[in-house]
């Protein structure tokens, strides 16, 4: 299953952490991805430590969407 969060404004990545959480609850293997974000955040430290959660994230730190 996919599930794709995407727009404006907030709330996608906590909605995104929500779901894997659940999932993870569940025995579900999660590939958890963030395209175009690569600065430290908390919530991926906790991730870190969740079995079961794989992390893929860009290398590159991109700027806000409407400044590029």
Known sequence: MIHLYTGEGKGKTT????LCIRAT???FHV???QFMKGNDTGELH???NIPN???F???KNFPFYHEM
């Open 15 to 18: 909605a995104a952490i929500g």
């Open 46 to 48: 906790v991730l870190k």
């Open 31 to 33: 590939c958890f991805s």
């Open 25 to 27: 609850g569940r025995n």
């Open 53 to 55: 959660i794989t992390i």
């Open 57 to 59: 994230r860009s290398e």
